[in-house]
């Protein structure tokens, strides 16, 4: 059974920090491209950021860039995002996904989601 499951998300003031992480199960991580998506209220699902399965090249959205970084430890099965500078706008629910091509970017192009973790910026 494939699993992906998020955690470290939460209540946190603006200019904050938050590290989330997502532990997959069920299938080899190492053969998958990693991507974190975020749903904001009102929003659609937006891709955040993603980490290669081959290279560990990284990508990440312009409204991100800077601030947030993605990492991956194949010998844990874990995929981590660790988010500095957070704004109010980073409010959302945050979602790890898996997918077989290199690299993604889009919802359709997942395989495997978990399911979600609330990220709330505010004082």
């Known amino acids: 059974q494939v699993l992906l499951v998020e955690s470290g998300g939460g209540l946190v003031q603006p200019g904050g920090s938050l590290n989330l992480s997502c532990a997959a199960s069920?299938?080899?991580?190492?053969?998958?491209?990693m991507g974190w998506f975020r749903h904001a209220p009102g929003k659609q699902r937006e891709g955040v950021s993603c980490?290669?399965?081959?290279?560990?090249?990284?990508y990440y959205s312009e409204s991100v860039k800077g601030r947030f970084t993605i990492s991956r430890d194949n010998a844990k099965n874990t995929v981590y995002l660790q988010m500095n500078s957070l704004k109010p706008e980073d409010t959302a629910v945050y979602y790890c996904?898996?997918?077989?091509?290199?690299?993604?970017?889009?919802?359709?192009?997942?395989?495997?989601w978990g399911q979600g973790t609330q990220v709330t910026v505010s004082s």
């Open positions: 069920g299938f080899t991580m190492g053969d998958y491209a």
């Open positions: 980490i290669s399965k081959n290279d560990g090249s990284t």
């Open positions: 996904a898996a997918s077989r091509r290199l690299v993604f970017s889009t919802d359709r192009e997942a395989d495997y």
